[in-house]
Structures are given as structure tokens and as C-alpha cells.
């Protein structure tokens, strides 16, 4: 075995890594006593003792003092990452509404705020409702931009590497809005803009029905059709930002898919195109044989890509969400069926159970990830909230 050496310069080096030992020991996890951080470390129980204690000092811990209800010998104390350090938002920048999630270090949720915009807001009135979003939600939680360490955005149209929804978005003008330089002029914490398929994907594996699975397709079923992948427990974008947008292939039939609802016979002329689908699936319920018609075949064209992307990834599960989610019971069965036939291993099929807040979760997560790549691998003298590279 070689002998590591350690010299005078390299002590304050060692000494932040064990500092970063325990704090990843703390997160993640309820409120431990020293011997737990011990055993979970690896480090001696006198040097996890004085580290915890330094922790408590620089403000990333939290010390819960024992209390009297013990009747045998003296309670342990106990020692919690202090999540309230440090907050991150999630903002998911869809066609009918903006979201914006507030939440601590642990993900938990402090506010939220919600406004809806008009599908054909053009990129100047829907930043102006952005900014009115992110302002309300920060000011109605008490906090200001300097208190947020990391903001994700969602936005519909594969992002690429600048953030831009280069190749396609059905968000009017969209295509040009820099929004990583539009909310870096009040934030100066890592700002990521990123496709809300793949943060869906992302919330489900977090907090939603694919917590027990590392390949996953979700599939987002509404007016748009998209999809998100994670594979080997890693959210995959792809070379240039667009994996998973298997509709742009029409072959695949996802594009014209939700036609069949749109077209379908009987649907009353005062339903406006966006509320057609869901008085399909309502008649349907209720067994109206042409609503029943157009939701099989919508299914069955659904279920072109899925499958494509089933061969193509094997996962273990696939996620039904987006809008049309809420009426799984109508067609997660035949969606079943349909990759029982087309495919040579069908995969379980469950619904979203996240429902409309399912993208902006996802960006709170990713926005989460961000602060641990950098907490984690940066100096531990005070909590603070990280700058953009």
C-alpha cells in the first residue's frame, strides 16, 4: 500500500474535503447523531464532532439539542443540513401559463405562483409575465434574488447548448429569446433553460411514479406530443440538446395524433379546439362510439413513437403524463396492447402522478442537481449562493 503523504499546505484542503464528506452524510438524510456520520463517512467519531460543530458555526448545520424524554443515560445529540441556507426556483414557461416553484435545499417547497398567459403572447408580454411571476413569488416569500442559488427554466421546443430554442417551439417568436441573459440581469446564481419533456421525465423519477426506475421514456400526451428519457438514472439531452424528439419524424404519426380528438364527430361547435379533447374523453366515458373511435386511433398513433423509442431504449417503464394524462383510464390499457403488439418486450406503462406541476418540479430538481455540483465541489466557509461560471 502507498503511503500518502500529507504536507502543512494540503491540511486545509483535507480538512474542507471532510467537511464536504459530512455534509453530503447530512443531506438527503433525517437529523443523525455523530456515530451515524461516523459510520456513513468513514471518518473517526472525535473528527465528524468537531467538523459537525464547525458546520453549525459556518451555517450549514442545524443542531437539535436532546431532549428529557429519554430515561436511561444521556440523548444524542443530533446535527441536520440546515436546507433553509439557500433556496432555488423552478419556473416552467409553458403555452397557457407560467409556474414558479420556491423551494429550501431539500426540495421542499416554500411558495409558489401561477399566472396564465395567452397562447399567442408574443416573447415581450410573455417575459413581462415571467418577470411578474418570479417577482411575486419572491416577494411573497419573503426573499430577494440574492437568496436564490439556482433557477431552472422550462420551456417548450428542444433547448441547445446556449439555452435557445433553436430548432423548433410552438411559443410564438420564441425561437429568438436569450432567456439565461434576460434573467441573468437580476440573478447572478446559475440560470439552466431546458427542454419541459425531459424536466418531466426528470420530477417523475424524483417525487413521482418512476421513483424505482433508472430507464425511463415519459411520454408528454396533449396537444403536443414529446417525450423525455432517462437512461441509467441520467437525464439524456442528446449532442445538441434534442433526444427524444422522435415526433419530428412524421412517420411516427405523433404530430397529427391528436387531430382524431380535434375531428371528431359530434364535438359541439362552441368547444374551441384546446377543450375538444376533453369533451372526447368525457363522452367517451360515457360510451359515445365515435369519441371511443377517435380516442383508440389517437392511442394507436401514440403509440408509433412509443414503441420506437421501447425498441430503441428498452426502459423499464414508460410514464404517461401531460394534459390528456387526466384521463389515463381511457387509454392506458390500450396503449398496453398496442406495445404488447408492436414491441419485443413491453415495458410497464404507468400514469403521471404529478399531474400540471410535473415540469416545474422537474426544474426545481435539476435547478437542486446544480447546487450540489457546485456545493460539493467548492470551498465550505459560509453558505452562499453560487455565482455563474
Given at each position: 500500500?502507498?503511503?500518502?503523504?500529507?504536507?502543512?499546505?494540503?491540511?486545509?484542503?483535507?480538512?474542507?474535503?471532510?467537511?464536504?464528506?459530512?455534509?453530503?452524510?447530512?443531506?438527503?438524510?433525517?437529523?443523525?447523531?455523530?456515530?451515524?456520520?461516523?459510520?456513513?463517512?468513514?471518518?473517526?467519531?472525535?473528527?465528524?464532532?468537531?467538523?459537525?460543530?464547525?458546520?453549525?458555526?459556518?451555517?450549514?448545520?442545524?443542531?437539535?439539542?436532546?431532549?428529557?424524554?429519554?430515561?436511561?443515560?444521556?440523548?444524542?445529540?443530533?446535527?441536520?443540513?440546515?436546507?433553509?441556507?439557500?433556496?432555488?426556483?423552478?419556473?416552467?414557461?409553458?403555452?397557457?401559463?407560467?409556474?414558479?416553484?420556491?423551494?429550501?435545499?431539500?426540495?421542499?417547497?416554500?411558495?409558489?405562483?401561477?399566472?396564465?398567459?395567452?397562447?399567442?403572447?408574443?416573447?415581450?408580454?410573455?417575459?413581462?409575465?415571467?418577470?411578474?411571476?418570479?417577482?411575486?413569488?419572491?416577494?411573497?416569500?419573503?426573499?430577494?434574488?440574492?437568496?436564490?442559488?439556482?433557477?431552472?427554466a422550462a420551456v417548450t421546443g428542444a433547448v441547445d447548448a446556449t439555452g435557445r430554442t433553436s430548432f423548433f417551439t410552438p411559443l410564438p417568436g420564441w425561437h429568438s429569446v436569450?432567456?439565461?441573459?434576460?434573467?441573468?440581469?437580476?440573478?447572478?446564481?446559475?440560470?439552466?433553460?431546458?427542454?419541459?419533456?425531459?424536466?418531466?421525465?426528470?420530477?417523475?423519477?424524483?417525487?413521482?411514479?418512476?421513483?424505482?426506475?433508472?430507464?425511463?421514456?415519459?411520454?408528454?400526451?396533449?396537444?403536443?406530443?414529446?417525450?423525455?428519457?432517462?437512461?441509467?438514472?441520467?437525464?439524456?439531452?442528446?449532442?445538441?440538446?434534442?433526444?427524444?424528439?422522435?415526433?419530428?419524424?412524421?412517420?411516427?404519426?405523433?404530430?397529427?395524433?391528436?387531430?382524431?380528438?380535434?375531428?371528431?364527430?359530434?364535438?359541439?361547435?362552441?368547444?374551441?379546439?384546446?377543450?375538444?379533447?376533453?369533451?372526447?374523453?368525457?363522452?367517451?366515458?360515457?360510451?359515445?362510439?365515435?369519441?371511443?373511435?377517435?380516442?383508440?386511433?389517437?392511442?394507436?398513433?401514440?403509440?408509433?413513437?412509443?414503441?420506437?423509442?421501447?425498441?430503441?431504449?428498452?426502459?423499464?417503464?414508460?410514464?404517461?403524463?401531460?394534459?390528456?394524462?387526466?384521463?389515463?383510464?381511457?387509454?392506458?390499457?390500450?396503449?398496453?396492447?398496442?406495445?404488447?403488439?408492436?414491441?419485443?418486450?413491453?415495458?410497464?406503462v404507468r400514469p403521471s402522478t404529478l399531474g400540471a406541476d410535473s415540469v416545474a418540479l422537474g426544474a426545481l430538481k435539476l435547478s437542486l442537481n446544480e447546487v450540489d455540483d457546485?456545493?460539493?465541489?467548492?470551498?465550505?466557509?459560509?453558505?452562499?449562493?453560487?455565482?455563474?461560471?
Open positions: 500500500m502507498t503511503e500518502i503523504v500529507t504536507t502543512g499546505a494540503d491540511l486545509p484542503r483535507l480538512r474542507e474535503l471532510n467537511s464536504l464528506s459530512v455534509v453530503r452524510a447530512l443531506r438527503d438524510h433525517p437529523p443523525s447523531t455523530v456515530t451515524e456520520l461516523s459510520q456513513r463517512t468513514g471518518l473517526s467519531r472525535p473528527a465528524v464532532d468537531v467538523i459537525a460543530q464547525g458546520l453549525v458555526t459556518d451555517g450549514w448545520a442545524s443542531l437539535l439539542e436532546p431532549g428529557a424524554s429519554s430515561a436511561v443515560g444521556r440523548p444524542a445529540r443530533r446535527y441536520q443540513f440546515r436546507a433553509g441556507a439557500g433556496h432555488v426556483l423552478g419556473v416552467d414557461v409553458g403555452a397557457h401559463k407560467i409556474l414558479a416553484l420556491l423551494a429550501d435545499l431539500d426540495g421542499n417547497i416554500v411558495h409558489s405562483v401561477r399566472h396564465a398567459v395567452a397562447a399567442d403572447a408574443g416573447p415581450g408580454e410573455r417575459l413581462a409575465e415571467l418577470d411578474e411571476v418570479i417577482t411575486a413569488c419572491l416577494t411573497e416569500a419573503g426573499k430577494a434574488p440574492s437568496d436564490i442559488w439556482a433557477i431552472t436569450d432567456l439565461t441573459t434576460h434573467l441573468s440581469d437580476r440573478f447572478a446564481c446559475p440560470i439552466l433553460v431546458e427542454n419541459d419533456c425531459k424536466l418531466a421525465a426528470l420530477a417523475e423519477r424524483w417525487k413521482g411514479a418512476a421513483r424505482d426506475a433508472d430507464d425511463i421514456v415519459y411520454l408528454l400526451a396533449g396537444m403536443r406530443t414529446g417525450a423525455g428519457l432517462i437512461i441509467d438514472g441520467i437525464l439524456r439531452r442528446g449532442f445538441g440538446g434534442a433526444a427524444g424528439e422522435i415526433g419530428a419524424l412524421k412517420q411516427v404519426r405523433w404530430l397529427n395524433a391528436p387531430a382524431h380528438l380535434q375531428n371528431c364527430p359530434g364535438v359541439p361547435d362552441t368547444v374551441s379546439p384546446d377543450d375538444a379533447a376533453a369533451w372526447v374523453f368525457n363522452a367517451a366515458r360515457q360510451g359515445d362510439k365515435a369519441a371511443r373511435t377517435a380516442v383508440n386511433r389517437y392511442v394507436k398513433d401514440l403509440a408509433v413513437g412509443t414503441a420506437a423509442l421501447v425498441l430503441t431504449l428498452d426502459p423499464q417503464v414508460v410514464i404517461f403524463g401531460g394534459g390528456f394524462s387526466r384521463s389515463a383510464d381511457l387509454m392506458l390499457d390500450l396503449l398496453r396492447r398496442e406495445l404488447q403488439r408492436l414491441c419485443l418486450r413491453t415495458p410497464e457546485r456545493l460539493l465541489s467548492a470551498g465550505l466557509s459560509a453558505p452562499v449562493a453560487p455565482r455563474r461560471r
